[in-house]
């Protein structure tokens, strides 16, 4: 994954628990980079799963709750520095929809080498969107926290299902965005 997934996540943990907390994590993972991070270099996808693990265990946070927050954190950070991605949208599906055919495509051009899921949209009814998600990083709790903050931004009432999970032996996870009543 990229350095800038690594510079984030410490910085929710500076953030919340100050900078000596953040040292005690790397001195826990022990990560093979020695914890420096260039936004725009490359690490072991290993590294993040170290770190997340000895976040938990140190902070006493569920790895997918820490995960699913780390979402929220890189929605701000996403917003920042690329709001037009955000801005092209007046909706939460529509902004949902271009994620996997716009954004991560855009990302990939920009970050040779980027690590970004696969999405694939089922919509069955007018308030109702599916997203297949497929990544070997499994990291379905960071989409989690990403689509919760992504309808706060478009002010949009919802509830999120995950029926279906990789972390339970599937090959994809299913997170069911429904807005409303149903
Ligand atoms: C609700 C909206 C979004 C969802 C659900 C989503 C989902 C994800 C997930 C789960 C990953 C981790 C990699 C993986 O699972 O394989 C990821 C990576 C990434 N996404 Fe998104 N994303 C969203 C919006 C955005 C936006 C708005 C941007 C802005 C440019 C963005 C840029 C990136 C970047 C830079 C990475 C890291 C690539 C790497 O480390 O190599 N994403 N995304």
């Known amino acids: 994954m990229k350095g800038v997934v690594f510079t984030n996540l410490a910085e929710m943990v500076e953030e919340n628990h100050g900078l000596a907390t953040w040292q005690n994590i790397l001195d826990k993972a022990q990560p093979p980079s020695g914890g420096v991070y260039v936004a725009t270099a490359q690490y072991a996808d290993e590294e993040l799963v170290s770190l997340v693990v000895a976040a938990s265990e140190l902070l006493g946070v569920p790895a997918p709750e820490l995960i699913r927050l780390f979402g929220h954190h890189l929605?701000?950070?996403?917003?920042?520095?690329?709001?037009?991605?955000?801005?092209?949208?007046?909706?939460?599906?529509?902004?949902?929809?271009?994620?996997?055919?716009?954004?991560?495509?855009?990302?990939?051009?920009?970050?040779?080498?980027?690590?970004?899921p696969d999405f694939k949209y089922s919509k069955d009814n007018p308030n109702e969107l599916v997203m297949f998600y497929r990544s070997p990083r499994k990291l379905c709790h960071l989409s989690v926290g990403l689509i919760e903050a992504a309808a706060e931004h478009f002010k949009t009432d919802m509830t999120l299902e995950h029926p279906v999970c990789m972390h339970e032996g599937s090959d994809h996870c299913e997170l069911r965005v429904i807005i409303g009543n149903g």
């Not at 950070?77 to 994620?99: A, E, M, R, T, W």
């Open 75 to 116: 929605w701000q950070f996403f917003g920042k520095n690329y709001p037009q991605f955000i801005s092209d949208h007046d909706n939460l599906f529509d902004f949902l929809v271009s994620v996997d055919s716009v954004i991560h495509i855009e990302v990939n051009k920009l970050y040779p080498n980027a690590s970004t």
